[in-house]
């Protein structure tokens, strides 16, 4: 009876739920097992066509890529809502010939009952930037000091007028829901150069969660061991990291190796239980982020100097500016891919749009730039990947013709932009074109499926030979889709 009392697993269950929304709920997204990282690296990588002599095993150690990679880490900065591209980085002469006249042509709207045929030509002026001479918007004039560093592609297209189904298609590579997303999918091939930290970072904005909330950052089918480990927008970012007074030290140290022992003797009657073991090996990643997270999410020790190139120094863009520098300390310390969020339609300017962009514009721009010019300046930039962009841009004609300070643009998943930065790709040049409204693209069109392509090319990665199989079926991030690589904009 005495040792029914103290049975291992209600002293498991009693210890993971008091813990639950602390350090060791994140470490539990990350599950890295030890004894599995010192093992072969190329064992668990099917699909590059070695014999299956014993079971699957699924972990963070290195794997070997397909071919050399340029990349070994990624930020990605997702302005969710649609930034709109004919504002900031695609100028159109044709919308100020035709601004206040109808549209000539046809137009797909989303909301028809605000629509207007009206054309919108922008507000605000574009100019020649850097050596190369791209034109951008004065909304953006942090980026223009870093344009000889980035690829500005003006041809993206989903070519799905929806908010959800289009950042499905931007994340996961289809427009339907419980599919790994990216950085699920670079974990899940490239494993982690951090035992320490989690691989997969995604840090979300104090203005709410994004549409679609975690399937953001979602492991879909994957193991659940690549999902994205969420990070608090505010202090402190991780609840319950250090633990309290009476728990610290030796009393910690005691509780653990008690639960240690208690899981150490349920595994052993259970030999060969994967998740078992994988949970053990957990709490010993969660006593490690004590110190290493702490470390990298604390800013105290940056320059003022540095602190400034990100913003840090204005209000308006220092909660950014602080997400933005905090994701260079983490691929710094060997964190393979890191994902910034705004809040939940933060670029989804349907009206008010003369006020609503340029604020969205003044929190984000100063930062992201900053984040490149850090990046280089400590030589990281060659191998890190810089993302900025959202899952649609704008149409060419007034929505909610109301009045001048009422007027926005509605969605248009048809041509937008986005731009790039590091590793690999060839710095101060644009790519593809969109027709003279902006509305479509027609030159060098750049789906989803080709931007994952050659995302995962530049990581050494094939994506249609990085597989997962279910249900009996390989499964990928490009799933059939007509594909390519980008090779002109890899230097």
């Given at each position: 009876m005495k040792q029914q009392s103290i049975s291992a697993p209600h002293s498991r269950r009693h210890f993971l739920a008091s813990g639950s929304m602390g350090?060791?709920?994140?470490?539990?997204?990350?599950?890295?097992?030890?004894?599995?990282?010192?093992?072969?690296?190329?064992?668990?990588?099917?699909?590059?066509?070695?014999?299956?002599?014993?079971?699957?095993?699924?972990?963070?150690?290195?794997?070997?890529?397909?071919?050399?990679?340029?990349?070994?880490?990624?930020?990605?900065?997702?302005?969710?809502?649609?930034p709109s591209h004919l504002d900031m980085f695609d100028p159109k002469p044709m919308l100020q010939k035709y601004d206040g006249k109808k549209f000539p042509g046809d137009i797909k709207y989303d909301n028809a009952a605000q629509a207007s045929s009206k054309v919108l030509g922008s507000?605000?002026?574009?100019?020649?930037?850097?050596?190369?001479?791209?034109?951008?918007?004065?909304?953006?004039p942090g980026l223009s000091e870093v344009v000889d560093d980035i690829v500005l592609m003006r041809s993206m297209h989903t070519s799905v007028n929806n908010h959800g189904q289009s950042i499905y298609a931007m994340h996961s590579g289809r427009i339907l829901p419980g599919r790994p997303t990216l950085g699920s999918w670079l974990t899940y091939g490239l494993g982690a150069e951090?035992?320490?930290?989690?691989?997969?970072?995604?840090?979300?904005?104090?203005?709410?969660?994004?549409?679609?909330?975690v399937d953001n950052w979602t492991n879909g089918w994957l193991p659940s061991l690549y999902q994205g480990t969420v990070i608090r927008p505010k202090e402190p970012r991780i609840l319950n990291l250090n633990a309290p007074p009476h728990l610290s030290g030796k009393a910690q140290e005691k509780y653990l190796d008690f639960l240690g022992n208690l899981n150490q003797r349920h595994l052993n009657q259970h030999p060969g239980e994967d998740d078992l073991s994988a949970r053990i090996a957990s709490y010993e990643l969660a006593a490690k982020m004590q110190t290493a997270a702490g470390e990298a999410l604390d800013l105290s020790k940056e320059t003022k100097a540095t602190q400034a190139m990100y913003g840090i120094d204005d209000p308006?863009?220092?909660?950014?500016?602080?997400?933005?520098?905090?994701?260079?300390?983490?691929?710094?310390?060997?964190?393979?891919?890191?994902?910034?969020?705004?809040?939940?339609?933060?670029?989804?300017?349907?009206?008010?749009?003369?006020?609503?962009?340029?604020?969205?514009?003044?929190?984000?721009?100063?930062?992201?730039?900053?984040?490149?010019?850090?990046?280089?300046?400590?030589?990281?930039?060659?191998?890190?990947?810089?993302?900025?962009?959202?899952?649609?841009?704008?149409?060419?004609?007034?929505?909610?013709?109301?009045?001048?300070?009422?007027?926005?643009?509605?969605?248009?998943?048809?041509?937008?932009?986005?731009?790039?930065?590091?590793?690999?790709?060839?710095?101060?040049?644009?790519?593809?074109?969109?027709?003279?409204?902006?509305?479509?693209?027609?030159?060098?069109?750049?789906?989803?499926?080709?931007?994952?392509?050659?995302?995962?090319?530049?990581?050494?990665?094939?994506?249609?030979?990085?597989?997962?199989?279910?249900?009996?079926?390989?499964?990928?991030?490009?799933?059939?889709?007509?594909?390519?690589?980008?090779?002109?904009?890899?230097?």
């Open positions: 350090i060791g709920s994140l470490a539990l997204s990350w599950l890295l097992n030890q004894e599995q990282a010192l093992a072969n690296p190329a064992a668990n990588r099917p699909d590059l066509n070695q014999p299956a002599l014993e079971k699957q095993q699924f972990d963070l150690t290195v794997k070997p890529t397909h071919h050399p990679p340029r990349a070994k880490a990624m930020i990605s900065m997702f302005m969710q809502g649609g507000p605000w002026k574009f100019s020649k930037h850097g050596e190369c001479g791209t034109e951008l918007s004065e909304l953006v951090s035992e320490n930290l989690p691989a997969y970072i995604a840090m979300v904005d104090p203005g709410g969660a994004p549409v679609l909330g308006t863009s220092a909660e950014f500016g602080k997400r933005c520098l905090i994701s260079r300390r983490l691929i710094e310390r060997g964190v393979r891919f890191v994902q910034i969020m705004t809040g939940n339609q933060t670029w989804d300017h349907h009206t008010n749009m003369r006020t609503s962009l340029p604020l969205a514009c003044k929190r984000v721009d100063v930062p992201a730039a900053g984040l490149v010019k850090d990046l280089k300046q400590r030589g990281l930039l060659d191998e890190t990947l810089v993302h900025w962009g959202g899952e649609m841009g704008r149409l060419p004609v007034i929505q909610n013709d109301a009045g001048m300070a009422k007027q926005g643009r509605d969605h248009n998943t048809y041509g937008f932009s986005m731009w790039l930065a590091g590793g690999g790709l060839k710095g101060g040049m644009t790519y593809g074109e969109t027709d003279d409204f902006g509305h479509h693209a027609i030159k060098d069109k750049v789906s989803h499926s080709d931007y994952h392509a050659t995302l995962m090319h530049l990581f050494g990665l094939d994506a249609e030979r990085l597989t997962f199989t279910r249900n009996g079926a390989p499964q990928t991030l490009i799933d059939g889709q007509e594909n390519r690589v980008v090779k002109e904009i890899i230097a």
